[in-house]
């Protein structure tokens, strides 16, 4: 459990989320050079494309005075001579001090930490989770809202294979007043662990195709890639069918309310055009900016280095 690993939203609590969201604040305050020494080593292994979330854990990591280690390709190391993650992982856990690892498979950065000597973040297990991303997403909605109790949030998109919104929504179900719109065409509709996951909690939710039935009502537009590399043997000519499902303009923002925030974990291929930028609701650059700060406080925190 965070800080010892940081796998899945079921790692925190929601205490732990707002200490991290505190302590991320305070580093925005007081830029913590110097909290690592020069030895504390962050190293990143993704199996899978990433600009965001790998730069944004080396920024961290070097803001804070630590050293960083890469396999920004791993596919093009020793994985291509048929190296498993398991001793990939393994092996790197002697040169470093945490991991973030991101792999296409389910489960994998479960299975670095079996054999990890050191705390592993999972910065995406194929389309299951990726709980930093959860937490940096609650912290700019706390940031910009003032509070995360009562949000009615809309995730929209690729709510299938997007794990950016499937650890979103189980990490909102540990706030209270949540209510939860999944916005999807029926093949992306969100997995029934997830809803199963909220109905436990005891979280409204609604599943629905149409977006502008509830733009009036909602807080937070949380717009998504619809996720093409996941499409695969058969399913892949379904990519074609709703590869057009969202697209978010100037007209979509004038049903919204006035202090409504649009966000994305970004990359955006044309669900959000270019026109909504420039609106004081677009929050997306600020979203992802906000990565250096909390990833700070997640390293910080699984280093016990917090101050
Ligand atoms: C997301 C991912 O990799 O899941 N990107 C990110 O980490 N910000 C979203 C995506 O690729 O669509």
């Known amino acids: ?100 690892v991101r792999h296409p498979i389910v489960g994998s950065a479960a299975e670095a930490a079996r054999t990890s000597l050191v705390p592993i973040v999972n910065a995406g297990d194929g389309d299951r989770e990726h709980p930093s991303q959860a937490l940096l997403d609650l912290y700019t909605i706390r940031k910009e809202r003032g509070e995360i109790e009562g949000a009615q ?49 005891g979280v409204e939710y609604r599943q629905t195709e149409c977006l502008e039935e509830i733009l009036p009502d909602i807080d937070v537009l949380y717009a998504t890639r619809i996720q093409k590399e996941r499409f695969k043997g058969e399913e892949e000519p379904l990519y074609e069918t709703v590869k057009d499902f969202l697209r978010i303009t100037g007209q979509t923002l004038k049903a919204m309310k006035k202090d409504a925030l649009v966000m994305h974990p970004l990359p955006r291929v044309g669900e959000i055009a270019l026109e909504v930028d420039d609106d004081p609701r677009a929050i997306y650059f600020r979203q992802a900016w906000n990565g250096v700060p909390l990833r700070q406080g997640i390293i910080a925190t699984m280093l016990n280095r917090t101050s």
């Open 1 to 100: 459990m965070f800080p010892n690993n940081l796998l899945s939203v079921a790692d925190f609590s929601r205490k732990q989320a707002e200490d991290l969201f505190d302590l991320a604040d305070h580093f925005e305050k007081h830029p913590p050079m110097g909290l690592l020494d020069r030895d504390q080593i962050v190293g990143t292994l993704f199996y899978e494309a990433s600009t965001r979330t790998r730069l944004s854990f080396e920024a961290a990591a070097l803001k804070m005075g630590g050293g960083v280690i890469s396999v920004p390709d791993a596919n093009d190391s020793s994985a291509k001579k048929g190296e498993t993650v398991a001793d990939a992982v393994r092996v790197m856990s002697g040169y470093c001090d945490l991991i973030v």
């Open 153 to 201: 949030v809309a995730l929209v998109g690729d709510l299938r294979f997007g794990r950016t919104v499937h650890s979103l929504a189980l990490a909102l179900a540990l706030w209270p007043g949540i209510k939860i719109y999944l916005v999807a065409p029926a093949i992306l509709a969100t997995p029934t662990a997830v809803l199963e996951a909220l109905q436990a909690a």
